[in-house]
């Protein structure tokens, strides 16, 4: 009894010392929407994708949670991010090297895609949201899963020398994107700068 006692002051103690330490000291405890980073490399350049989880916890998520044909931040907590290392094309589009949000409007048979500008719009896709600051906007087709994804996750599939897909699934619902990179022009140019300009035409024209 006298232990417990003694651990309960000292419980208490470590409390009031936490609170009274100064502005600065921050208590951390688990986000319930963690974040979470992926990066792959796509030919020769780097994508990277910054991002919340939040979990399903029994509710159901699109057209409840996320409801239907709404802009969505496409995760929890701020925006999602996507970095391009280099200068891609994302489902046929021009998409210059940067940082972009990745906003996303989900739809009963088809979702919008929408890379914007603003990387610092948060949950607030009303007041901060500038149409003019789309970069690119696609649809893409789900699909249905056979069995539930409890966390938010983007992956990246199917990766190729020059292309892979960027797939977001939650619930039962997937959803994927093309992103293809410029990998020919960029192995001549190399090729032409380590032999000084010297390329297999160059051979040719000499025979």
């Known amino acids: 009894m006298k232990n417990t ?3 309960s002051m000292t419980a208490i103690m470590a409390v009031f010392m936490l609170f009274t330490s100064g502005a ?3 208590l951390k405890t688990p ?3 963690p974040g979470a980073k992926v990066m792959q490399t796509v030919g020769l350049s780097d ?3 910054a991002y919340s989880r939040p979990s399903m916890k029994g509710r159901k998520i699109f057209g409840d949670l996320v409801p239907f044909d709404q802009k969505w931040r496409t995760g929890a907590n701020t925006s999602t991010k996507i970095t391009f290392a280099e200068d891609v094309k994302v489902e046929g589009k021009d998409v210059k090297a940067g940082d972009y949000a990745l906003v996303t409007i989900p739809g009963r048979t088809e979702w919008t895609i929408i890379l914007h500008k603003n990387v610092n719009m948060g949950g607030n896709l009303g007041k901060d949201y500038k149409t003019e600051d789309e970069v690119a906007t696609f649809k893409v087709k789900p699909t249905t899963l056979a069995n539930n994804v409890e966390n938010f996750t983007i992956n990246f599939t199917d990766v190729t ?3 892979a897909n960027i797939e977001l699934s939650w619930e039962k619902t997937a959803v994927k994107f093309n992103v293809t990179t410029d990998v020919d022009s960029k192995v001549m140019a190399e090729i032409k700068e380590k032999t000084g300009g010297t390329t297999a035409g160059t051979y040719f024209a000499a025979a």
């Open 31 to 33: 986000q319930p929407s």
């Open 5 to 7: 006692r003694l651990f």
């Open 47 to 49: 994508i990277t994708i």
């Open 161 to 163: 020398l020059n292309a």
């Open 24 to 26: 600065n000291a921050q």
